[in-house]
């Protein structure tokens, strides 16, 4: 079945340093991509997405490209902030609605 | 438009209890589902919705009951609680395009 792997944490970066967290994923077809986002208490809110080979999602100065080739859909951003602490989850979605989420990482970032 | 409601925030019950996890949305989306949070496994699907009258079971739907008789509501219940249930609870309802998340129910079975 589909399945979702991405990096484990914690992830500790000081502010304004270089954010990567990769995620990669196993399809039988063309899955829709996604990263969502929780911060601290609260529910998941959908970061950013994409829905087809080399199209690249981005929001908040967060991106990620969907890499067909090497089924990646890695997170990146070029300057984190303390308000970025959150736990980051990477999905697909092969039927529209159904999401499959990989374990989710914890990024941390001290001031 | 409140989005996606969850009632209670907090629970704890006690092994074999009955309990009925509540889930509203306003949104008038077909589309709603169950996940189950737990350490180092992300969120993984219990049940879903694609109307009113009909639900489908997810990846890990044992020990929980849905039904939909309302598009606006999704309840879940547990029959008979295990301490293996101990999680955090979310429901979602969307679209196509995307999927809004309620902000969680942490129930704990003792």
């Known amino acids: 079945g589909d399945s979702v792997t991405q990096m484990e944490g914690p992830v500790t970066l000081s502010e304004e340093a270089f954010l990567t967290i990769n995620c990669t994923y196993t399809?039988?077809?063309?899955?829709?991509l996604f990263w969502y986002v929780q911060y601290p208490g609260e529910g998941l809110q959908l970061l950013l997405k994409?829905?087809?080979?080399?199209d690249k999602g981005s929001n908040k100065g967060f991106e990620a490209t969907y890499r067909k080739e090497t089924t990646s859909f890695h997170l990146e951003k070029g300057s984190v902030q303390v308000s970025d602490s959150a736990v980051y989850f990477c999905a697909l979605s092969e039927a529209g609605n159904k999401l499959v989420f990989g374990a989710g990482t914890i990024l941390r970032v001290k001031s | 438009n409140a989005g996606v409601t969850q009632t209670p925030k907090f629970q704890v019950l006690k092994t074999g209890q009955s309990m009925t996890l509540q889930c509203a949305q306003d949104?008038?989306?077909?589309?709603m589902s169950w996940y189950r949070q737990d350490p180092g496994m992300g969120l993984r699907l219990i049940h879903y919705s694609v109307g009113a009258g009909i639900t489908d079971q997810g990846e890990v739907p044992n020990g929980y009951n849905v039904s939909r008789s309302t598009t606006e509501d999704f309840p879940l219940r547990l029959l008979s609680a295990a301490p293996s249930q101990t999680s955090v609870y979310f429901c979602a309802s969307g679209d196509s395009y995307e999927q809004y998340f309620g902000p969680g129910t942490r129930l704990t079975v003792t």
């Open positions: 994409a829905t087809k080979a080399d």
């Open positions: 949104m008038n989306h077909e589309y």
């Open positions: 399809a039988t077809g063309y899955p829709s």
